[in-house]
């Protein structure tokens, strides 16, 4: 487990914005998602529907993965219109 | 402690009084669902918002679950927060109240005391502070409507203290003082503000700088987090010692954690919260002047216990009597029995304890009833007849 | 010194205590008013009860042995439940045109009991709203008792009413105490 190693301040507040970027959750993954370039078009469904966001848009518009943060819920590939997204084993 | 004379005093019933301070404090954010006995104090806060004459969001909620929700969210951004409920209310809003002391927020609630259903009773007994005691709160119980009235403006000022950031609930005896009128001292609006500045606050919700309340804590901090309620919970003897000194050097007037009556030379003393424990001072006078040695604790602070407070004036005393406006079925004491007799045991004072539950569900105790009580005491003492250990039940039909 | 009001819902009986606690402060005497505390229900009896002390008050359990009694309903005037707890040396102000034989024998075992009555629902009707009952009894109470005077209660009721309401409650009070009579 990744703790936030910083003072206890009153009630639980955690004053840092963005704190959660400290806990990597993609080690919680079993399968990664992969994407077929050829058959992405760059529509983002993908990115909208990340929970995370673990999507990255690419400077060509098409997707990329952040593994550090993608918990491996498959959301993407179930979305994803033209099934360019696939889940696989690590 | 000074007494202004009758004709300068306001008649308010307490529960005007109440509305009163709370308007005199320029709270921000009043939430509250309307319930008997403390209907008139939300009433009225009502009628000064709708006149102008207080700057403040009134949040008509639906029940009081969502107004102690609505209460913890603006405290949270920094506004000064009252409300108030009574029995079944205060049950609803239960999971919220440690929310609200978990989460540091300095709301100040009015607790006009009633009996918890059922059956369904609209009268005055403490079964619902006694309920929720263990959440966090300070608590703190009036004997009338002037230290009702003044504990308002303490409990905002003991709860926005950074070193306290803890919710207060100021304990009113439904009807026996929510629907009593009498003079009321009340202080001017710029005493008032000067006494309670605008609330200050370190963290609070504000866009301009984030920051995360109300995170979710795995066994590895929760446990630090709840354990900061109890060391802030620690530091209200002291906090509210200094707040009454302030307050006392503006109106002169001062009531302590415990109120304490003749109790130097007492053999019995007898222990008592809220608006029984002032019919008792007089019960006491009464048996002073028959030459009985009896004296009055009456427990105005009740969480955090003021062990301290209370220990040096049972030293010499030969029993205790308690009287608890509540039960707590099974349990081997009522409520406040229970905190009496640990802290005898972590004294190690062994002195009988008479532990009675009275009063439930609105059944008034008399003068005369608290004087037959303490000379039972007395004559079982004198005799050497062993004191009945437990829980009794006074005034309940035979 | 303890009163209680007895009435039905409706008829001022708690407001009446009131008025009378607030007279009393304005005397510069400690005074304490309350209900007897339930669910407000028009019709039903009522009662309200008031300490008044040169001292102040601690005591704030119900009142179980009155100096002064007063009935602000006509009908419970007959009652002898009035009597309850009556001090030996008390004054019963009751509404009523007579006084029936029921109280008086009732009140024999207390000789040194003061009973005055007074038709304040006459006066109250004859001012166009039996609501002005509770003024006219208040009035009646003021000089029987000589608790407070009819000067502070007066003030009282000025705080409170303005307009016409006022003006009949004045009234009602006025009558109240000129017409008043020991039985």
């Given at each position: 487990?990744?703790?936030?190693?910083?003072?206890?301040?009153?009630?639980?507040?955690?004053?840092?914005?963005?704190?959660?970027?400290?806990?990597?959750?993609?080690?919680?993954?079993?399968?990664?998602?992969?994407?077929?370039?050829?058959?992405?078009?760059?529509?983002?469904?993908?990115?909208?529907?990340?929970?995370?966001?673990?999507?990255?848009?690419?400077?060509?518009?098409?997707?990329e993965f952040n593994y550090d943060y993608c918990k491996g819920c498959g959301i993407c590939a179930e979305e994803c219109p033209p099934k360019a997204i696939s889940m696989v084993e690590e | 402690m000074s007494l202004l004379q009758p004709k300068t005093l306001k008649p308010m019933s307490t529960s005007e009084a109440v509305a009163y301070a709370v308007k005199q404090t320029n709270v921000d954010v009043i939430a509250a669902y309307p319930i008997t006995p403390?209907?008139?104090?939300?009433?009225?806060?009502?009628?000064?918002?709708?006149?102008?004459?207080?700057?403040?969001?009134?949040?008509?909620?639906?029940?009081?679950?969502?107004?102690?929700?609505?209460?913890?969210?603006?405290?949270?951004?920094?506004?000064?927060?009252?409300?108030?409920?009574?029995?079944?209310?205060?049950?609803?809003?239960?999971?919220?109240?440690?929310?609200?002391?978990?989460?540091?927020?300095p709301i100040v609630m009015a607790i006009a005391n009633r009996a918890l259903s059922a059956p369904i009773n609209i009268h005055c007994d403490h079964s619902d502070v006694m309920g929720s005691r263990d959440a966090g709160w300070v608590h703190i119980f009036v004997e009338n409507g002037q230290q009702a009235y003044d504990r308002i403006f303490q409990a905002f000022r003991l709860a926005e203290d950074e070193d306290i950031l803890l919710p207060v609930g100021v304990n009113i005896d439904g009807f026996f003082l929510s629907h009593a009128v009498e003079?009321?001292?009340?202080?001017?609006?710029?005493?008032?503000?000067?006494?309670?500045?605008?609330?200050?606050?370190?963290?609070?919700?504000?866009?301009?700088?984030?920051?995360?309340?109300?995170?979710?804590?795995?066994?590895?901090?929760?446990?630090e987090i709840k354990e900061q309620v109890a060391s802030a919970i620690e530091k209200v003897p002291k906090k509210l010692a200094e707040v009454e000194k302030t307050y006392y050097q503006m109106t002169g007037r001062m009531y302590g954690h415990v109120g304490a009556y003749k109790t130097e030379d007492a053999e019995v003393g007898l222990v008592c919260a809220g608006s029984a424990a002032a019919t008792a001072k007089f019960a006491i006078s009464r048996l002073r002047e028959k030459g009985i040695k009896a004296g009055l604790l009456s427990i105005r602070l009740f969480r955090p216990f003021p062990v301290e407070s209370i220990l040096p004036h049972v030293k010499g005393m030969k029993a205790l009597v308690v009287m608890d406006r509540a039960m707590s079925p099974g349990?081997?004491?009522?409520?406040?029995?229970?905190d009496i007799k640990t802290m005898l045991y972590d004294a190690g004072i062994n002195i009988p304890v008479a532990n009675f539950v009275y009063g439930l569900g609105g059944r008034d105790i008399s003068a005369a009833e608290f004087e037959s009580i303490i000379l039972k005491m007395v004559e079982d003492l004198r005799s050497g007849r062993p004191i009945e250990r437990g829980v009794r039940y006074w005034g309940l039909r035979s | 010194m303890e009163v209680r009001f007895h009435g039905r819902g409706g008829q001022g009986v708690v407001t009446a205590a009131r008025l009378l606690a607030e007279a009393c402060l304005l005397e510069n005497k400690y005074s304490l008013s309350f209900p007897e505390f339930g669910p407000e229900r028009s019709g039903a009896p009522v009662r309200a009860y008031v300490r008044i002390s040169e001292e102040p008050i601690e005591v704030r359990s119900l009142v179980y042995d009155?100096?002064?009694?007063?009935?602000?309903?006509?009908?419970?005037?007959?009652?002898?439940?009035?009597?309850?707890?009556?001090?030996?040396e008390g004054t019963v102000v009751i509404n009523s045109k007579n006084v029936s034989d029921s109280l008086l024998k009732a009140i024999s075992s207390k000789p040194r009991v003061k009973l005055f009555y007074l038709d304040a629902r006459g006066i109250a009707l004859s001012l166009g709203d039996a609501r002005f009952e509770n003024s006219a009894m208040l009035g009646a109470v003021a000089k029987a008792t000589g608790v407070v005077s009819l000067g502070s209660l007066e003030s009282v009721l000025k705080t409170r009413f303005?307009?016409?309401?006022?003006?009949?409650?004045?009234?009602?009070?006025?009558?109240?105490?000129?017409k008043v009579g020991q039985a």
């Amino acid at each position: 487990m990744v703790k936030v190693e910083t003072a206890i301040l009153p009630g639980g507040v955690v004053s840092r914005p963005g704190s959660t970027t400290d806990y990597k959750t993609g080690t919680w993954r079993v399968k990664k998602p992969t994407v077929d370039l050829n058959k992405c078009t760059g529509c983002l469904i993908c990115w909208i529907y990340c929970p995370e966001p673990a999507i990255l848009k690419r400077h060509d518009g098409k997707i990329e993965f952040n593994y550090d943060y993608c918990k491996g819920c498959g959301i993407c590939a179930e979305e994803c219109p033209p099934k360019a997204i696939s889940m696989v084993e690590e | 402690m000074s007494l202004l004379q009758p004709k300068t005093l306001k008649p308010m019933s307490t529960s005007e009084a109440v509305a009163y301070a709370v308007k005199q404090t320029n709270v921000d954010v009043i939430a509250a669902y309307p319930i008997t006995p403390q209907t008139i104090i939300v009433e009225r806060l009502s009628e000064y918002v709708n006149n102008g004459e207080l700057d403040a969001e009134y949040v008509a909620v639906e029940s009081e679950h969502s107004a102690m929700s609505a209460c913890v969210a603006a405290s949270l951004t920094g506004a000064r927060v009252f409300t108030s409920t009574a029995s079944q209310g205060l049950a609803l809003m239960h999971e919220v109240l440690y929310i609200a002391s978990s989460l540091r927020c300095p709301i100040v609630m009015a607790i006009a005391n009633r009996a918890l259903s059922a059956p369904i009773n609209i009268h005055c007994d403490h079964s619902d502070v006694m309920g929720s005691r263990d959440a966090g709160w300070v608590h703190i119980f009036v004997e009338n409507g002037q230290q009702a009235y003044d504990r308002i403006f303490q409990a905002f000022r003991l709860a926005e203290d950074e070193d306290i950031l803890l919710p207060v609930g100021v304990n009113i005896d439904g009807f026996f003082l929510s629907h009593a009128v009498e003079g009321i001292a009340t202080i001017s609006d710029n005493e008032a503000a000067m006494f309670l500045p605008p609330r200050r606050t370190k963290y609070y919700v504000d866009s301009s700088m984030p920051m995360t309340f109300g995170a979710f804590a795995l066994p590895d901090w929760y446990f630090e987090i709840k354990e900061q309620v109890a060391s802030a919970i620690e530091k209200v003897p002291k906090k509210l010692a200094e707040v009454e000194k302030t307050y006392y050097q503006m109106t002169g007037r001062m009531y302590g954690h415990v109120g304490a009556y003749k109790t130097e030379d007492a053999e019995v003393g007898l222990v008592c919260a809220g608006s029984a424990a002032a019919t008792a001072k007089f019960a006491i006078s009464r048996l002073r002047e028959k030459g009985i040695k009896a004296g009055l604790l009456s427990i105005r602070l009740f969480r955090p216990f003021p062990v301290e407070s209370i220990l040096p004036h049972v030293k010499g005393m030969k029993a205790l009597v308690v009287m608890d406006r509540a039960m707590s079925p099974g349990a081997p004491s009522a409520p406040i029995g229970q905190d009496i007799k640990t802290m005898l045991y972590d004294a190690g004072i062994n002195i009988p304890v008479a532990n009675f539950v009275y009063g439930l569900g609105g059944r008034d105790i008399s003068a005369a009833e608290f004087e037959s009580i303490i000379l039972k005491m007395v004559e079982d003492l004198r005799s050497g007849r062993p004191i009945e250990r437990g829980v009794r039940y006074w005034g309940l039909r035979s | 010194m303890e009163v209680r009001f007895h009435g039905r819902g409706g008829q001022g009986v708690v407001t009446a205590a009131r008025l009378l606690a607030e007279a009393c402060l304005l005397e510069n005497k400690y005074s304490l008013s309350f209900p007897e505390f339930g669910p407000e229900r028009s019709g039903a009896p009522v009662r309200a009860y008031v300490r008044i002390s040169e001292e102040p008050i601690e005591v704030r359990s119900l009142v179980y042995d009155p100096e002064i009694v007063v009935s602000i309903d006509p009908r419970i005037s007959s009652s002898t439940e009035i009597l309850m707890g009556l001090d030996e040396e008390g004054t019963v102000v009751i509404n009523s045109k007579n006084v029936s034989d029921s109280l008086l024998k009732a009140i024999s075992s207390k000789p040194r009991v003061k009973l005055f009555y007074l038709d304040a629902r006459g006066i109250a009707l004859s001012l166009g709203d039996a609501r002005f009952e509770n003024s006219a009894m208040l009035g009646a109470v003021a000089k029987a008792t000589g608790v407070v005077s009819l000067g502070s209660l007066e003030s009282v009721l000025k705080t409170r009413f303005k307009g016409t309401v006022l003006e009949n409650n004045l009234k009602a009070m006025q009558l109240g105490y000129d017409k008043v009579g020991q039985a």
